[in-house]
């Protein structure tokens, strides 16, 4: 279909190795993985060995409980433990990043948003990868988003809503790809990966129809 990257989110008790020979022989590297939280909190090294092992570059925090956002002290645990997660990637050769939701990108009472406070508080251990679906759900277009972040996010995510606010495929919906595919590159985007959750047809087939539009409007970023 003309897709060179994926991205894991879970690895369905497939060891490493074997996981690195299913990628070898589909012709595709994985970067990235989502990552549960739980996951990093209770083994990180084993999830750092597994990464390496498969040639992941990027260990990726898919979501936390936005309720954690409400509670100060709740919060704080939080920077705690990324920052010192963050760290410990790092020094392994790998980088950790954090995917966010809408919950993110909405304000804190002090007016900061979620995401602005974290990547602040976390500091330059710490990139992004973008959901531009779920920031545009938040009122936020995604080149104002890139543009904010620029340098700060080598991934992202390129996901489609739908009229009803649902995913759908590329060029379908409400959000324009076209001009944003053709300029990550300059907002330091390494890799984007299409995200779809709810289908109309075939998972595959909608699969098929995303690449084809990729690869007619993206730019140079993989």
């Known amino acids: 279909m003309g897709y060179e990257t994926v991205e894991f989110a879970g690895y369905g008790d497939v060891p490493a190795s074997v996981m690195k020979q299913y990628l070898r022989d589909a012709s595709l590297q994985a970067p990235a993985s989502h990552v549960q ?21 990027y260990i990726v925090i ?6 954690i956002f409400k509670e100060e002290a709740a919060f704080q645990q939080l920077i705690f433990s990324i ?5 410990i990637v790092k020094e392994a ?20 948003l979620v995401i602005d406070r974290l990547i602040r508080e976390v500091g330059s251990d710490l990139v992004l990868e973008i959901d531009l679906y779920w ?7 995604p080149l104002d988003v890139l543009t904010k972040y620029k340098g700060r996010t080598p991934l992202v995510h390129i996901k489609e809503a739908g009229p009803t606010g649902e995913t ?17 590159e300059r907002f330091g985007v390494y890799y984007y990966f299409v995200e ?14 995303n690449s084809q539009f990729v690869q007619k409007w993206k730019g140079r970023s993989r």
């Open 135 to 141: 920031t545009f759900k938040a009122g936020f277009e």
């Open 93 to 112: 050769g790998l980088q950790l990043a954090y995917h966010n939701h809408q919950e993110e990108f909405e304000p804190l009472p002090s007016g900061e």
């Open 37 to 57: 939280f739980e996951h990093l909190v209770e083994d990180l090294q084993a999830e750092i060995e597994y990464a390496k092992v498969v040639g992941i570059a």
């Open 196 to 209: 779809q959750e709810h289908f109309e047809r075939p998972p595959l087939k909608s699969a098929q129809i």
């Open 62 to 67: 898919p979501f936390v409980e936005p309720d």
């Open 168 to 184: 759908t495929e590329l060029d379908r919906g409400v959000i324009d790809y076209r001009l944003t595919l053709k300029q990550l």
């Open 83 to 87: 920052k010192k997660m963050a760290k």
